[in-house]
């Protein structure tokens, strides 16, 4: 408040203590004079501070550039929906003419995506992933060998060569997993949150189903071991995968694997199988293997199913250190079109009122390290000796 205020402010105040007065003293027609001129003082007041804090407001904008007005995520991507994903222009958003004019869903909604693609199960978050922004690339790792040392040299003696580190490269090549959503033109018309909430719903799970079997289908493709007993298990830990894997190795099963091991005792009729002792841990269980305990990852069937077979049920027993050894390259680029007039096997757009919402995702996933993961899988499980 300004010195000129402040001065008006003071002589308020005073009026007010002798109108009080002069009614103290039964002085009221000068009481009520003093009233009015009290009455004028305070809009004079008023239209004075109103004409400061527009100056300071004017000032500040100036010396502040006004922030760009933020569009709605859910508003835009809906309206985009609305119009076939073909004002994405307009509202803030790119189409990528690379992929032939496809609306690119914002970031925005790929978070809402990630999100409800985490609330489920995922293996995605068992193995190591890495945002790329080309189709295609190469990886160089090294390959892990075994040192024999220098070599002893008498005086005099010729020194011999060491053997170097060895490397090996992994291509990658971004794929197209798509897949379409019929919708009723009736949704398209509904409130901005019930059309974003279907399409994030949908595209989540669906994203969420491609990633998990192309994950499963990258180990699956490593020979099979079969294990037999616990014994079994026991050396793929300590011998196959070895110490160096020590502190990150996982046994990843399905819910029938769980029931199999769920049952395996000890001599002393104890179940193997126990609570993990640390409550903030995401596994839930730990199966005593020797020394060790080895956290166990249930994945629900409808995730990784067992193969069943004449002899009975293959039931997986994925083993190893996941993020060492497999990547899921993702180039994070959903992209969407509409058609309300296409026709596929099930269904006629324009017959039936509908609107198709055709998805493209693109992903690669890769074993990187085929020593840190073993594809095993179990018809039964006893104990051992």
Known sequence: MNKKLLELLDKINAKKVDVKNLVDAGK???????????VNMQKQFDLLKDLSEEEGAQAKATAQPKAPEKVDAVKAFAN?????????????????????????VPQDIQTQINKKREATFSLASLVATEKVSTNSGSRTFKKRSQYTGFTKVGEGGKIGAVDGPKFEKVDYSIEKYAGYLPV?????????????????????????ATRNKLIYDAINALDAVQFSTLDDIKRAINVTLGS?????????????????????????????????ADQTSPMKNVLAVGTSSIPVVVVPNEVIASKGGATGQNIPF????????????????ITLKVSDEAATSDFNAFEE?????????????????????????????????
């Open 80 to 104: 985009a929906a609305r119009h076939g994903f073909k004002n994405a222009a307009a509202l803030g958003e790119s189409i990528n003419t690379e992929l032939g004019g496809a609306y690119v």
């Open 28 to 38: 009221l027609d000068e009481a009520t004079t003093a009233k009015a001129e009290l």
């Open 318 to 333: 994925i083993i190893g250190s996941l993020t060492d050894a497999v990547r899921l390259f993702d180039r994070q680029q």
């Open 244 to 276: 160096k894997f020590a502190g990150s190795v996982k046994i990843v099963t399905n819910d029938d694997g769980l029931q199999l091991i769920d049952m395996l005792k000890d001599k002393n009729g104890n179940y193997i199988l126990k609570p993990n």
């Open 184 to 208: 009723t033109n009736e949704l398209l018309a509904d409130s901005d949150q019930n059309i974003t909430a279907v399409l994030t719903d949908w595209l989540a799970n669906d994203d969420l």
């Open 353 to 385: 009122d509908l609107t198709l919402i055709r998805a493209i995702d693109r992903l690669d996933v890769k074993v990187v390290d085929r020593d840190a993961v073993i594809n095993g899988y179990a018809k039964d499980l006893t104990v051992g000796e």
